[in-house]
């Protein structure tokens, strides 16, 4: 791809337009798109008009740019996360229909837990992850869970920090994460009390793929007093009956 006179690629441009949409920014105006983006206004309102017109972007009555479906088509074509999430749904809606707690699904993304589902129900308590929302690895149950298993080079980066606290409860010393990450690897599950609210405990199993390797994260976010062992054995069954349904052999 060509460079532009400031030496980002158009790969680079195109790439920052889109990642100015956020969970909870949506809509935006090209010249707003183009002050997140690092972007001249002419180049980001260029760019803009190209995405919309290639369908990847549109425009809503106001004039504001939204992500368009084919974004999302062609996101989604052969994807290993659809496909996982489409297999783990039913037992997750078990779970929450069981456990009548936020129940998620995430994944290791760019040093983050990316959540690719939750399911809530009205009595569900406090909970800050979304669909195709980020956490920390170090400050919460699913994240805790991906980290350990992760690759040695990983762990050693996220250990380096910094290590932000979300509550007085977020662990952020390296040797004491050292120490839970020993531990979700002997125990196979994390238990994170007030990690990312205070008012919550996160409590998280491994998916595994059918060499062992761990692909994802199941969990469920209790009231902080709650007793975790029910929510533990809930998805501990889910996570096997998922890893059977990801099975080659499955059907």
Do not use: C
Request: proline share 6%; no cysteine.
């Amino acid at each position: 791809m060509a460079n532009s006179p400031s030496g980002d690629s158009v790969t680079d441009r195109l790439v920052r337009v889109l990642e100015t949409f956020t969970p909870t920014r949506t809509a935006q105006t090209a010249a707003e798109i183009g002050r997140r983006a690092g972007l001249p206004n002419s180049t980001a309102h260029r760019i803009v008009g190209e995405l919309v017109a290639a369908g990847l972007l549109e425009r809503d009555d106001a004039g504001r740019v939204r992500v368009g479906m084919r974004l999302w088509e062609l996101a989604t074509r052969s994807s290993p996360a659809l496909r996982l999430r489409q297999a783990a749904l039913p037992f997750m809606e078990r779970v929450q229909q069981r456990v009548r707690e936020h129940t998620q699904l995430a994944i290791l993304e760019q040093d983050e837990a990316l959540f690719l589902e939750r399911l809530s129900g009205t009595e569900s308590g406090a909970n800050v992850t979304r669909v195709a929302g980020r956490l920390p690895l170090h400050a919460s149950s699913s994240g805790l869970v991906l980290l350990a298993f992760a690759d040695r080079e990983l762990q050693e980066r996220v250990l380096d920090g910094p290590l932000a606290p979300l509550t007085g409860d977020t662990i952020t010393d390296p040797r004491t994460l050292r120490r839970k990450l020993d531990e979700v690897r002997t125990l196979g599950h994390a238990i994170a009390p007030g990690s990312m609210e205070e008012v919550s405990t996160g409590v998280a199993v491994p998916l595994r793929d059918a060499t062992g390797a761990v692909i994802a994260a199941l969990s469920v976010v209790l009231p902080r007093e709650a007793p975790t062992e029910p929510a533990l054995l809930e998805l501990y069954r889910a996570a096997r009956d998922i890893e059977r349904a990801l099975s080659p052999h499955a059907g």
